[in-house]
């Protein structure tokens, strides 16, 4: 037996509604969205419920945004064409290579360095080691050559999902190498503690430059006063991490503000509204109060 990856957690990053930051009317849901649903580490189970709620509300919102007329596509057909080139050109460029590379060693040299120096437990020794490598097989990439065949020609798709499965591999090691702790998921043995001081950030990676060997990051801070569940121990594992004070803070007001409100007989929704109001962000068909089987609405 061995672990093997069968979830990925983070993906393109999307406001509530799903919708990309960067790109009007590209949306993402489940496992490929950055949504804020799980935070840095996904719960058993948590799966089939992003499935069903981010289909479900992150849908709603696509056929929103197609209803509106504002959101017509109107573009001038040379971006499209001048798109459609730029792609048509790198899948010449395996057609018409001279190379003797073959992706698929290079796609299992690939696969063995992400189980073996970014699994499960990390360091950074291994981890620099994986980005080097990674990056020397990205630029090996560009002298893969394909045959030119008529029709279906599944070498050449073969050999362009390998150039981008490098790079999302070196987007993973890149951003696990740079983050200085350990955090949901990502476990460092040279760095074994949560850090809320100095990491409680979110990663962000972006492509800028297409022939570079390496992603841009930057990161988005989070705000803890904005949190009904600020970071602090779960219960579980060791308390292992370093606290940030503005986690104490928000949980005593947090504390403050649910016993105040229970005291004066308020309800869930109500308390719901103080700590962290939502249905706002909501689509409108979907706004109201949930039910719950132990709880039902009166009528």
């Known amino acids: 037996m061995r672990p093997a990856q069968h979830y990925t957690m983070g993906g393109i990053r999307t406001d509530y509604r799903g919708e990309s930051r960067q790109l009007k009317g590209l949306f993402a849901a489940g496992e490929c969205a950055c949504w804020d649903m799980h935070g840095f580490n996904r719960l058993g189970g948590n799966s089939v419920a992003e499935t069903v709620v981010a289909g479900m509300i992150v849908g709603e919102f696509i056929a929103d945004f197609c209803e509106k007329p504002e959101n017509e596509i109107d573009l ?37 360095i992400m189980t073996s120096k970014i699994g499960i437990f990390r360091n950074e020794k291994q981890m620099s080691e994986a980005v080097d490598e990674l990056q020397q097989l990205l630029e090996r990439s560009y002298n893969i050559s394909v045959k030119n065949d008529i029709g279906n020609n599944p070498q050449l798709v073969y050999a362009y999902r390998t150039r981008k499965m490098l790079k999302v591999a070196l987007t993973v090691a890149c951003g696990a190498l740079a ?40 990161y988005e ?28 803070r928000r949980q005593k007001e947090v504390d403050d503000i649910r016993a105040k409100m229970e005291a004066e007989g308020k309800d869930r929704f109500a308390i719901q509204n103080a700590l962290m109001p939502y249905e706002d962000k909501l689509p409108k068909r979907l706004r109201g109060r949930n039910e719950r089987t132990y709880e039902p609405l009166a009528d």
């Open 76 to 112: 001038p057909t040379s971006i499209v064409y001048d798109f459609a080139r730029k792609v048509q050109d790198e899948l010449n460029g395996f057609l018409h290579n001279t190379g003797n590379e073959d992706a698929v060693k290079i796609r299992t040299r690939m696969q063995e």
């Open 221 to 248: 801070d989070l705000d803890i006063s904005t949190m009904e569940l600020p970071p602090g121990f779960r219960g579980y594992g060791a308390k292992n991490y370093i606290e940030n004070p503005e986690s104490v």
């Open 179 to 218: 983050r200085k702790e350990s955090r949901g998921a990502h476990s460092r043995e040279d760095y074994p503690r949560r850090d809320d001081v100095n990491w409680l950030k979110r990663t962000i990676t972006t492509w800028k430059d297409p022939k570079s060997t390496v992603p841009d990051i930057s």
